[in-house]
């Protein structure tokens, strides 16, 4: 009878002591996994749910994350919609936890997505990584790394007779492009 208790605690002991092991393998993993997720990845993760959005000149934007792209993200709050190049954001907290992150490759970048505001003709606010407001007016034209805007009164249209001026806005400069609704 001692025989057997002394082989049923030893079996425990190896039991218990394959399980830690098996336990640290399953925690170096998801340590391995972590470090590979980019930035995007895990921002990924929160789409439909709200953030808080701290930009480089110190402005702070919450609202729905309502997509991303390869270097961007959009939050929508009241009737705007806010798009944000990534290397213009300080940091960001999510107020909810994020699902799964979503399986694929975001392509669009931000000049792709700034040019479906040009052919909507929408009307914007562009704000600095200073955290000045750049321009009002309508986005005329994205290039390869700067944007152009017609410049008019918020509750102007773009016509002739209410154009202010151009200006020519690198992308470097800018922290957010605000449609607003």
Same mark, same amino acid.
Do not use: C, Y
């Given at each position: 009878?001692?025989?057997?208790?002394?082989?049923?605690? =030893?079996?425990?002991?190896?039991?218990?002591?394959?399980?830690? $092991?098996?336990?640290?393998?399953?925690?170096?993993?998801?340590?391995?996994?972590? #470090?590979?997720?980019?930035?995007?990845?895990?921002?990924?993760?929160?789409?439909?749910?709200?953030?808080?959005? *701290?930009? &480089?000149?110190?402005?702070?934007?919450? +609202?729905?994350?309502?997509?991303?792209?390869? !270097?961007? &993200?959009?939050? *929508?709050?009241?009737?705007?919609?806010?798009?944000?190049?990534?290397?213009?954001?300080?940091?960001?907290?999510?107020? $909810?936890?994020?699902?799964?992150?979503?399986?694929?490759?975001? %392509?669009?970048?931000?000049? *792709?997505?700034? %040019?479906?505001?040009?052919?909507?003709?929408?009307?914007?606010?562009? +704000?600095?990584? !200073?955290?000045?407001?750049?321009?009002?007016?309508? =986005?005329? *034209?994205?290039?390869?790394?700067?944007?152009?805007?017609?410049?008019?009164?918020? !509750? $102007?249209?773009?016509?002739?007779?209410? &154009?202010?001026? %151009?200006?020519?806005?690198?992308? #470097?400069? =800018?922290?957010?492009?605000?449609? $607003?609704?």
């Amino acid at each position: 009878m001692r025989w057997e208790a002394l082989f049923a605690d =030893l079996e425990a002991e190896f039991g218990a002591e394959a399980a830690r $092991e098996q336990n640290s393998e399953i925690q170096e993993f998801v340590r391995i996994e972590r #470090a590979r997720q980019s930035l995007m990845q895990r921002l990924a993760r929160h789409v439909g749910t709200r953030i808080d959005v *701290q930009l &480089l000149g110190a402005e702070r934007i919450g +609202g729905r994350l309502a997509g991303i792209g390869k !270097d961007w &993200l959009m939050l *929508q709050h009241g009737g705007s919609e806010e798009l944000i190049p990534v290397q213009a954001v300080a940091w960001w907290a999510a107020l $909810e936890a994020g699902s799964a992150p979503e399986p694929g490759e975001r %392509r669009v970048r931000f000049s *792709q997505a700034l %040019r479906v505001l040009v052919r909507d003709r929408a009307r914007v606010s562009v +704000g600095g990584i !200073d955290g000045q407001l750049l321009a009002n007016g309508t =986005l005329d *034209q994205v290039g390869q790394d700067f944007l152009e805007v017609a410049l008019h009164a918020r !509750d $102007e249209f773009r016509r002739p007779g209410a &154009l202010l001026g %151009r200006t020519v806005i690198p992308f #470097a400069a =800018l922290a957010r492009v605000r449609r $607003e609704g």
